[in-house]
């Protein structure tokens, strides 16, 4: 079956379609670029966080820290510039009007109707496993289905064939053309060395932090490490699940270590746990991680909660499943002693307590940091500790 095409002199000309294309792939690799490169800085920078962390819900970093955004052994954004790539080189032979290579619009269609199928699959894995949304995943969404739409318009204004026959059209049109026959195998092949080059630096673990410095207990009962006498005291209510609290935590640590006269760390438990913060997380969120700020409280009690903090955060960040007999081994107490900490009415109220304390400072996510009374969501500006340093 073909289809006539639409009367010549009344549609616009051929370059009216094809920027709009263009710039919809450029678009899509400034996009994916950038996905990169905020992808590296959140694993490798603790201090980081991006422009979109603007909510719990609406969070790159939460998606960029998720298993999720791996595939393969390589970043999702990663692939996404492959996928960009590939539909540019295909795209370069019909950027002119060149009825010879017109069938190259059906396997432009078939690509993005390939990105669109895998967008609306990392949006449903967005809304049901992380339950966060980056708004520059988002936008390379609408990039492939504005990418599909004009692939569209084009064949039905241009193209007089049926989708099977122009597909069959656009594989033999690929294989004599050079720019796709050469350009996407060696751009194929450029990745598979990337992948082979690129250092899983999402899987990088910190070395052990010190924890020689002094250290004790403030007299409403909140751990501390650091200066005996501050110049700066730096309150940090944290989540042992959340990615950012974890790199701050380690970012913390080692400016103590640096400046150990100068500053003191306070610890405040604010699981972001529904079974113990259902106001600020009324679903469920952090799951485990109620139990596991019970397991530092009683650890506390020990005198090792600064050993236990770090494996609890080293557990977090690796994405272990809550196991005691594994934080046994890494802090030193029995796995039964544990196990009895996360069912102990106490412990759960000393938790709770905490929890009210944050309520009151309006707090409603993690890390949270607090100076001379004064609230810092996310991260501490750096003016703030030059002042002190």
């Given at each position: 079956?073909?289809?006539?095409?639409?009367?010549s002199n009344r549609?616009?000309?051929?370059?009216f379609?094809?920027?709009?294309?263009?710039?919809?792939?450029?678009?899509?690799?400034?996009?994916?670029g950038?996905?990169?490169w905020?992808?590296?800085?959140n694993?490798t920078?603790?201090?980081?966080?991006?422009?979109?962390?603007?909510?719990?819900?609406?969070?790159?970093?939460?998606?960029a820290q998720?298993?999720w955004?791996?595939?393969?052994?390589?970043?999702?954004?990663?692939?996404?510039?492959?996928?960009?790539l590939?539909f540019?080189?295909a795209?370069?032979?019909?950027?002119?009007?060149?009825?010879?290579?017109?069938?190259?619009?059906?396997l432009?269609f078939?690509l993005?109707l390939?990105?669109s199928?895998?967008?609306?699959?990392?949006?449903?894995?967005?809304?049901?496993q992380?339950?966060?949304?980056?708004?520059?995943?988002?936008?390379?969404?609408?990039i492939s289905f504005?990418?599909?739409f004009?692939?569209w318009i084009?064949i039905?204004?241009?193209i007089?064939?049926?989708?099977?026959?122009?597909f069959?059209?656009?594989?033999?049109i690929?294989l004599?053309t050079?720019?796709t026959?050469?350009?996407?195998?060696?751009?194929?092949?450029?990745?598979?060395?990337?992948?082979?080059l690129?250092?899983?630096?999402w899987h990088?673990?910190?070395?052990p932090?010190a924890?020689?410095?002094?250290?004790?207990?403030?007299?409403?009962g909140?751990p501390w490490?650091?200066?005996?006498?501050p110049?700066?005291?730096?309150h940090?209510?944290?989540?042992?699940?959340?990615?950012?609290?974890?790199k701050?935590?380690?970012?913390?640590?080692?400016?103590?270590?640096t400046h150990?006269q100068?500053?003191?760390?306070?610890?405040?438990?604010?699981?972001?746990d529904?079974?113990?913060?259902?106001?600020?997380v009324p679903?469920?969120?952090?799951v485990?991680?109620?139990?596991?700020?019970m397991?530092?409280?009683?650890a506390?009690?020990?005198?090792?909660?600064?050993?236990?903090?770090d494996?609890?955060?080293?557990?977090?960040?690796?994405?272990?499943p809550?196991?005691?007999r594994?934080?046994?081994?890494?802090?030193?107490?029995?796995?039964?002693?544990?196990?009895?900490?996360?069912?102990?009415?106490q412990?759960?109220?000393?938790?709770?307590?905490?929890i009210?304390?944050?309520?009151?400072l309006?707090?409603?996510?993690?890390?949270?940091?607090?100076?001379d009374?004064?609230?810092?969501?996310?991260?501490?500006?750096?003016e703030?500790l030059?002042?002190?340093?």
């Amino acid at each position: 079956m073909t289809r006539t095409p639409h009367s010549s002199n009344r549609r616009p000309p051929y370059c009216f379609y094809t920027f709009p294309v263009l710039a919809l792939i450029l678009c899509g690799l400034l996009d994916t670029g950038y996905l990169a490169w905020l992808h590296y800085r959140n694993y490798t920078d603790p201090a980081f966080t991006s422009f979109c962390a603007l909510t719990k819900s609406i969070n790159c970093d939460t998606v960029a820290q998720s298993p999720w955004s791996i595939l393969l052994g390589l970043p999702l954004a990663v692939w996404g510039i492959l996928a960009y790539l590939v539909f540019l080189v295909a795209f370069l032979p019909v950027s002119r009007e060149n009825h010879e290579k017109f069938g190259l619009w059906y396997l432009l269609f078939f690509l993005a109707l390939l990105y669109s199928g895998t967008s609306l699959y990392l949006g449903y894995i967005s809304a049901t496993q992380i339950k966060a949304h980056c708004i520059l995943c988002m936008a390379s969404y609408a990039i492939s289905f504005a990418l599909l739409f004009s692939c569209w318009i084009i064949i039905r204004r241009f193209i007089p064939l049926s989708y099977s026959t122009g597909f069959l059209s656009a594989m033999r049109i690929a294989l004599r053309t050079p720019t796709t026959a050469v350009g996407i195998p060696l751009l194929c092949g450029l990745f598979a060395l990337t992948g082979a080059l690129l250092p899983p630096y999402w899987h990088y673990t910190p070395p052990p932090l010190a924890n020689d410095l002094p250290h004790g207990f403030t007299e409403e009962g909140h751990p501390w490490i650091g200066a005996e006498s501050p110049r700066l005291t730096i309150h940090e209510y944290t989540d042992y699940q959340c990615f950012q609290c974890s790199k701050m935590h380690i970012y913390l640590r080692r400016l103590i270590a640096t400046h150990p006269q100068e500053i003191r760390l306070v610890h405040h438990h604010y699981p972001m746990d529904h079974a113990f913060n259902s106001l600020i997380v009324p679903e469920p969120f952090h799951v485990g991680s109620g139990k596991m700020a019970m397991l530092a409280i009683y650890a506390g009690s020990q005198g090792k909660f600064w050993k236990m903090n770090d494996a609890l955060y080293t557990m977090g960040r690796t994405k272990e499943p809550f196991n005691t007999r594994t934080l046994a081994t890494m802090s030193g107490i029995s796995g039964g002693e544990l196990a009895a900490a996360t069912r102990h009415p106490q412990i759960r109220a000393a938790l709770l307590h905490e929890i009210r304390e944050g309520m009151k400072l309006n707090i409603i996510g993690t890390p949270t940091f607090v100076i001379d009374g004064k609230v810092y969501p996310g991260a501490i500006p750096t003016e703030i500790l030059a002042r002190y340093l």
